[in-house]
């Protein structure tokens, strides 16, 4: 066994992006379907640490206890970034996002229980490859899987949950990027930084964000992110027993919200270069490091019928979005960006759809909009329909009463 510390960790997971981003600039197949560096990176490393523990019997441990801190830091950076006057001229693009969510959800669970009722499984594994851990995550997965084990009594649940999960992050990731651009190329969409191409100037790269106009600045910005931790990790306390469960990032989000909103009112600004810097940089590392700690042996030990469930989820999702979501979100830029936002939470997490949209962004010119519906849509609107929805199937006597 390799453990690896803190330190050791980080520095794998800077250079793992680093070996990203040249993989995604220099192949061609890569940048053009804006896939984005974590996932490159990080399934190259896990490719990598399967084959040292399969043939040469050294595992390799991470240490990425730091990722939960990393997630909330990057949704306080999006609330630091977050203009509402935009968000207001984005209403109806919000509405439009959740009447395409609501009948996602549950079609995406029909299609689980239909794979499960062609490879004879039990239903309940189809809700397993459907919301529960496509869209739930993780966490929704390993409460759900619990509850499986102990009263339905499925064997090995939780670690096709975990698997299902982690699968879903990757496919999320591959998908959104080449729905957008399929779509930008068939319905002739461009950004701004397309348009400054065609008209010849020098468009800059977004990927290389601008510096902070002074260290005071950039001191002053790096602090706004850990204000929004600390204050929505209490607010999260103060609610906890609450009828309806909020999740910790979301708190963060709104406390940057409210700091960029009703600050400038009092006379704070922050400089959005550097925090957009800084929310980059904490969703890059907690993107590298899930793709990393995946375990592909569990992969390839649990594959078959759930490797075929997930395959026919990734067809579904890609086609919900490009002829459902696009059309419903008036088929310009902003709705191409938001489609691939859409396969990223839908198959993933919000993180990964936010990841979606800034590769998709650096390449072809911002897309304000997205930024603020996606993440509230993803990180709690999704949540409540999804228990909603994820409860009334499984009270029905075929799926859950079996």
């Known amino acids: 066994m390799i453990s690896l510390s803190p330190v050791q960790s980080l520095l794998a997971c800077c250079l793992v992006l680093a070996i990203g981003r040249v993989l995604t600039s220099r192949i061609g197949v890569l940048g053009r ?17 399967y084959a ?67 490879l004879d499984m039990h239903p309940l594994m189809g809700l397993l490859g459907g919301t529960i851990t496509l869209v739930g995550g993780h966490g929704t997965g390993a409460a759900y899987a619990s509850r499986f084990a102990d009263v339905n009594n499925i064997q090995d649940v939780m670690a096709l949950a975990m698997t299902a ?54 001191i002053t910005s790096m602090t706004a992110p850990f204000i929004c931790l600390v204050a929505g990790g209490y607010l999260a306390t103060l609610v906890e027993g609450a009828p309806v469960s909020l999740p910790n990032f979301l708190w963060c989000l709104a406390t940057g919200v409210l700091i960029r909103n009703g600050g400038e009112r009092l006379g704070l600004k922050l ?24 375990d592909l042996s569990s992969v390839a030990r649990l594959a078959g019928p759930l490797a075929l469930i997930l395959a026919v989820q990734m067809l579904f999702c890609a086609l919900y979005s490009a002829l459902v979501v696009f059309r419903l979100l008036k088929r310009d830029y902003e709705a191409a960006i938001m489609s691939a936002a859409f396969c990223g939470f839908s198959l993933g997490a919000t993180a990964t ?27 709690f609107l999704v949540d409540i329909l999804n228990v909603i929805v994820l409860t009334s199937l499984i009270s029905l006597p075929f799926v859950g009463g079996i």
């Open 271 to 294: 400089d959005d270069r550097a925090t957009e810097i800084i929310g980059t940089i904490a969703l890059s590392l907690f993107l590298a490091m899930t793709m990393m700690a995946l």
């Open 52 to 118: 040292l523990s399969t043939w040469g019997g050294h595992a390799i441990s991470l240490e990425t206890s730091i990722k939960p801190t990393l997630l909330l830091l990057f949704f306080g950076c999006i609330g630091l970034t977050a203009n509402l006057k935009l968000l207001a001229k984005g209403g109806p693009r919000l509405i439009a996002f959740l009447l395409a969510l609501v009948p996602f959800l549950v079609l995406q669970n029909l299609v689980g229980l239909g794979m499960a009722w062609l």
């Open 165 to 218: 999960a982690t699968m879903g992050l990757v496919l999320g990731g591959v998908v959104g990027g080449p729905v957008a651009e399929w779509l930008m190329r068939r319905h002739k969409l461009a950004g701004s930084l397309d348009r400054q191409a065609e008209a010849g100037h020098a468009a800059p790269d977004l990927g290389e964000a601008q510096p902070p106009s002074s260290a005071a600045s950039f």
């Open 353 to 379: 759809a936010i990841a979606n949209m800034q590769a998709l962004t650096r390449r072809h010119g911002p897309a304000p909009q997205s930024f603020i519906v996606v993440p509230v849509t993803g990180a």
């Open 33 to 49: 379907y804006s896939i984005p560096d974590p996932i490159v990176g990080g399934l190259l490393f896990a490719i990598g640490a």
